[in-house]
């Protein structure tokens, strides 16, 4: 494990994992929208519930998401390692991408459902949070010319967010809320009928796989990115040496 | 699905979730194509220089 935190050996094992990876959730996807597509109506609901194979995989990927930044800050924080710091930073988008489709999507889903867009209850209240310090720590990453000092304070302010992560889990039991129950990973049991929580759980594999694919992806591009900076700063400074040598060796003609 | 009262609703969701996860691989992609085009410009050898992170 800690062969591949080498950045040249993290690009080789990225580059044999990104393509099966990619035609994995290619194929989960297709299967999960038509799974999704040909489920039947809730009794309830109606078709309407076929928001749910977006809004419920989109919610646990904005919470798995901020899990595997949390690890990675460890990593920036306890061993300094690069590789951590291109994952956290790495990962920040993405978890931004997904939450926002998890608050677009429990939006258009509440509106016909709850009769509204948007209550100020635990479970919408937290996940919004949750999207604010995605945005913060992207933003964060921008502040810092220093890359290593940018690590460390998005680490931190990832470490100090991660309280609201059981928050977001056990809101809807603490407090009262619009927002219904866990209804799949719970004692006793899913409440959802076989039909209708097969593409759900399709679905949200999809979704975990997109994840992983676009994550090893993107500290790909990181790494290439550190990788590009060192060269820019040894060219720089070649640069500058050239230029010192010059004048000294006009004045040795000289003399 | 087209006689159901919310069927806006479920396009919209489906269509905003597209365009989520469209942006975020073209995103990824055209970066990784524009670094790998940046590095090309510094040749093998200075890559080589720079393995080490």
Redesign the interface.
């Known amino acids: 494990m800690l062969r591949y935190a080498n950045p040249a050996n993290f690009l080789r094992l990225a580059a044999a994992l990104i393509p099966p990876l990619a035609a994995l959730t290619l194929v989960l996807l297709a299967v999960g929208l038509w799974l999704a597509f040909l489920a039947p109506a809730d009794y309830q609901q109606g078709e309407t519930v076929k928001i749910m194979y977006l809004h419920v995989p989109a919610a646990w990927l904005a919470m798995f998401v901020y899990s595997v930044m949390s690890v990675s800050a460890l990593g920036t924080l306890v061993w300094r390692h690069p590789v951590a710091d291109a994952a956290q930073k790495a990962a920040a988008p993405l978890g931004a991408g997904f939450t926002f489709i998890c608050l677009a999507t429990g939006s258009l889903w509440g509106k016909p459902m709850w009769g509204t867009w948007w209550v100020w209850d635990a479970r919408l209240t937290s996940v919004l949070v949750l999207f604010l310090l995605y945005l913060g720590l992207i933003a964060l990453w921008q502040t810092f010319e220093d890359q290593g000092r940018a690590a460390r304070a998005a680490a931190i302010l990832t470490l100090v967010g991660v309280v609201n992560i059981p928050i977001i889990h056990f809101s809807v039991e603490w407090w009262n809320t619009l927002h219904q129950p866990a209804s799949v990973f719970r004692m006793g049991g899913p409440t959802i009928s076989a039909p209708l929580l097969w593409p759900l759980l399709i679905m949200a594999l999809a979704f975990t796989f997109l994840f992983l694919t676009l994550h090893l992806m993107a500290i790909r591009n990181e790494i290439l990115r550190r990788r590009l900076r060192r060269l820019s700063i040894l060219a720089a400074s070649a640069a500058e040496r050239d230029e010192a040598e010059i004048p000294s060796a006009a004045t040795v003609a000289r003399g | 699905?087209e006689h159901?009262?919310?069927?806006g609703?479920?396009l919209?969701?489906?269509a905003?979730?597209a365009v989520?996860?469209v942006?975020?691989?073209v995103?990824?992609?055209s970066?990784?194509w524009s670094?790998?085009r940046?590095?090309k410009r510094?040749g093998a050898s200075?890559?080589r220089?720079?393995?080490?992170?």
């Open positions: 699905m159901d009262p919310h069927s609703f479920i919209a969701a489906y905003i979730a989520v996860i942006s975020m691989i995103a990824i992609v970066d990784y670094l790998k940046s590095l510094f200075g890559t220089e720079a393995d080490r992170g």
